[in-house]
């Protein structure tokens, strides 16, 4: 079997325009599925969460000061 370009191939034609689409569906459902786990990692971290301790609750300066030498 040869492959020309520019053929006026009906059969690779076709072949060429299902290939295409096939891409372009497996394009498409791997960005939806990287926007629902994009999704589901913002709604994780949530704003509110309570099991995180307050800045006004800290104890001690450790971490608030911060030494650079140049």
């Given at each position: 079997?040869?492959?020309?370009?520019?053929?006026?191939?009906?059969?690779a034609m076709n072949?060429?325009?299902?290939?295409?689409?096939?891409?372009?569906?497996?394009?498409?459902?791997?960005?939806?599925?990287?926007?629902?786990?994009?999704?589901?990692?913002?709604?994780?971290?949530?704003?509110?969460?309570?099991?995180?301790?307050?800045?006004?609750?800290?104890?001690?300066?450790?971490?608030?000061?911060?030494?650079?030498?140049?």
């Amino acid at each position: 079997m040869s492959v020309e370009l520019n053929a006026n191939n009906p059969v690779a034609m076709n072949t060429e325009t299902l290939l295409a689409v096939q891409s372009a569906k497996i394009t498409k459902s791997q960005t939806e599925l990287e926007g629902q786990m994009a999704l589901a990692l913002i709604a994780s971290a949530s704003v509110g969460d309570q099991s995180l301790p307050a800045s006004s609750n800290v104890v001690g300066n450790i971490g608030q000061n911060i030494s650079l030498k140049i």
